[in-house]
């Protein structure tokens, strides 16, 4: 998109003039919120999307040229703006909202960490689910997960997380953390919800060798947390 006053539409060649069929997709008549350097706006505007590229994006209906044969959404009435990014999340805990919410915060963890220390991959899956599910409808395309507890026998919660967000249709960057300091040492969780520094490792290694996709375009990609 371009800062001019006078046109504000920018567009790239059609994949259809590079040799390339793809799906097309023009959203029109809603407020588009370009959150551009500029700040441009247009209170009715289209965004035209050419698989995972947004190729257009101005005042008013599309081009003629770019409207043939795409799916036209009418967006009368919504807002239309780039998707959200939630950069920091522990998913698993939307299983437990409400609980100790009059607490500070070491008290609230002191009072959740036996509950939490009980999750397997199905439990992370479930409150995964939910809380990115209203991420989404919040605007949010994006979600960054730090999950931290791996109980013993707890299964494969990495992969029940990315489950979860393919079914709700939003992006994921899962970052693997660990705890290796249980009750019996001073630590606040109980010891069979705690890894050994090596064992963490091991499996951060497989998580990120299994998931993380690092193409430009991924839906899924795996870091390592503390």
């Given at each position: 998109m371009t800062g001019s006053?006078?046109?504000?539409?920018?567009?790239?060649?059609?994949?259809?003039?590079?040799?390339?069929r793809t799906a097309r997709t023009v959203i029109e008549n809603g407020y588009v919120a370009t959150v551009d350097g500029a700040g441009t706006e247009h209170a009715r505007g289209h965004v035209v999307v050419e698989g995972s590229r947004?190729?257009?994006?101005?005042?008013?209906?599309?081009?003629?040229?770019?409207?043939?044969?795409?799916?036209?959404?009418?967006a009368t009435g919504c807002l239309v703006t780039p998707g959200l990014?939630?950069?920091?999340?522990?998913?698993?805990?939307?299983?437990?909202?409400?609980?100790?919410?009059?607490?500070i915060l070491f008290d609230w963890l002191t009072a959740l960490y036996p509950?939490?220390?009980?999750?397997?991959?199905?439990?992370?899956?479930?409150?995964?689910?939910?809380?990115?599910?209203?991420?989404?409808?919040?605007?949010?395309?994006?979600?960054?997960?730090?999950?931290?507890i791996f109980p013993k026998g707890s299964g494969d919660i990495v992969g029940a997380l990315v489950e979860a967000a393919g079914r709700i249709g939003v992006r994921l960057h899962a970052t693997r953390g660990s705890m290796d300091l249980g009750a019996s040492q001073g630590g606040l969780p109980p010891?069979?919800?705690?890894?050994?520094?090596?064992?963490?490792?091991?499996?951060?290694?497989?998580?990120?060798?299994?998931?993380?996709?690092?193409?430009?375009?991924?839906?899924?990609?795996?870091?390592?947390?503390?």
């Open positions: 006053s006078t046109d504000t539409t920018t567009t790239a060649a059609p994949a259809a003039d590079r040799g390339v947004i190729v257009a994006v101005g005042p008013g209906p599309a081009p003629a040229a770019l409207r043939e044969g795409a799916d036209v959404v009418d990014i939630n950069t920091h999340h522990h998913l698993y805990q939307w299983l437990t909202r409400g609980y100790a919410q009059d607490s509950l939490w220390s009980r999750i397997d991959a199905g439990l992370t899956g479930a409150g995964a689910a939910g809380a990115m599910a209203v991420l989404a409808r919040s605007g949010c395309t994006t979600v960054g997960d730090h999950h931290y010891d069979f919800a705690v890894e050994t520094t090596q064992a963490a490792l091991t499996a951060s290694q497989e998580a990120v060798e299994r998931y993380h996709d690092p193409s430009p375009d991924a839906l899924v990609q795996v870091a390592i947390a503390p």
